[in-house]
């Protein structure tokens, strides 16, 4: 785990390990967090081009109150010299495993990540979990060789994740497809389109389970465009993972659990959040690494960071983010930056046809000067 430099942080405050304020949650129960959520505002395939996604502007950023109508192509607008804007530059790997077993019968896995950093024992969702008992084979096709073997349950029954033991790694680049999430339901033509622009190759053990889908609306030309405009901008990398396709099954969220995440923020990084005048994090993601890392001094590891009720943010000052799913721990991510606007600007883009989830639309937010666990 590499320590983060001497920096001009400050560390008063709580420790953010648990990040779980003294104080109560803004929202009572995880009911507080359950939005009407139309079935034709979530988006089924991503805008082209990428930054003619709509871009809902929240009253904080421009300092007059307004809330404004725009897109993306239209962020160099908002921004100025002395900002900052960091990406997460993490690369989806194509996780999602088509297989059958040797006796016939399909089977789905799909990869969340390496056990203790071997590429070939991992942790998996599968399905039909109940009719592959452990050493079960699988394969590409029935009289094809096993490339997979099942193992044992982990996390208990109810969690649903098996250790899997690809007995030959290269079916993933083969055969895998994208882990798309579920509520989307037309087939992906281009798999790139669930990439960023700026996602770095890497082994197949250092990827993510899902895309930082604020990145996906990001082009060369707009990354240009923002450093023409005065801007920065950085890198981190947050290997997404099974808690983006966990709901908050808690009634408070309190009681809720978030799974940890690998995550890596490069020195260079943290020092040009440091002298930046604002810290812009391109999605939630990008907010868990940059806190994680300025709360625990550490610049790489695994978070567990739970970001929820008043938090005392330490680095990030606006946040682009998508409209997320209803009684998720994104959702309250969001509202522990933005404060209570976020339902009123969740209103109006449903109200305005805005398109939700990972190939919808976004907004950007400031951070809320409301009260936190200090003050």
């Not at 709509?54 to 809330?67: I, K, N, T, Y």
Request: net charge negative; with cysteine; hydrophobic share 40%.
């Amino acid at each position: 785990m590499e320590a983060m430099p001497e920096l001009a942080w400050d560390q008063s405050g709580p420790p953010i390990s648990s990040g779980r304020p003294e104080s109560p949650p803004w929202g009572a129960t995880m009911d507080d967090y359950d939005y009407g959520l139309p079935e034709e505002a979530i988006a089924q395939r991503p805008i082209e081009p990428r930054s003619a996604a709509r871009l809902l502007v929240g009253p904080s950023v421009a300092g007059d109150g307004a809330v404004v109508h725009a897109t993306m192509s239209d962020l160099p607008g908002l921004l100025r010299p002395g900002d900052l804007v960091v990406v997460n530059d993490t690369r989806v790997l194509p996780a999602r495993l088509l297989l059958t077993k040797t006796t016939g019968g399909g089977a789905e896995v799909l990869l969340l990540e390496p056990i203790d950093g071997d590429p070939e024992r991992w942790e998996a969702l599968v399905r039909p979990g109940r009719r592959l008992p452990e050493h079960t084979l699988l394969c590409e096709e029935v009289d094809g060789p096993p490339v997979l073997e099942m193992g044992p349950v982990l996390g208990g029954a109810e969690d649903g994740r098996r250790q899997v033991l690809l007995l030959d790694p290269t079916v993933v680049e083969r055969a895998g497809v994208m882990p798309l999430p579920p509520y989307i339901r037309r087939p992906l033509e281009d798999p790139e389109r669930y990439q960023t622009v700026f996602s770095t190759p890497g082994p197949i053990g250092s990827r993510s389970a899902a895309a930082p889908t604020a990145g996906l609306h990001f082009t060369p030309e707009l990354l240009a465009r923002c450093r023409a405009a005065g801007a920065q901008v950085a890198r981190v990398d947050l290997a997404i993972g099974l808690d983006t396709f966990r709901p908050v099954t808690a009634p408070t969220p309190d009681g809720h659990v978030i799974h940890t995440e690998r995550y890596s923020v490069p020195p260079e990084t943290m020092e040009a959040c440091a002298s930046a005048d604002r810290v812009i994090a391109v999605g939630t993601t990008v907010v868990r690494a940059l806190e994680s890392a300025a709360g625990s001094g550490s610049l790489s590891g695994r978070t567990g960071l739970y970001i929820h009720g008043p938090f005392p943010f330490r680095v990030v000052d606006l946040l682009v983010t998508n409209f997320h799913l209803p009684r998720s721990s994104l959702l309250l991510l969001v509202e522990s930056f933005c404060g209570p606007v976020w339902r009123s600007l969740y209103a109006t883009a449903l109200d305005e046809g805005y398109r939700f989830l990972s190939f919808g639309d976004a907004m950007l937010v400031a951070r809320w000067p409301g009260p936190g666990p200090e003050g």
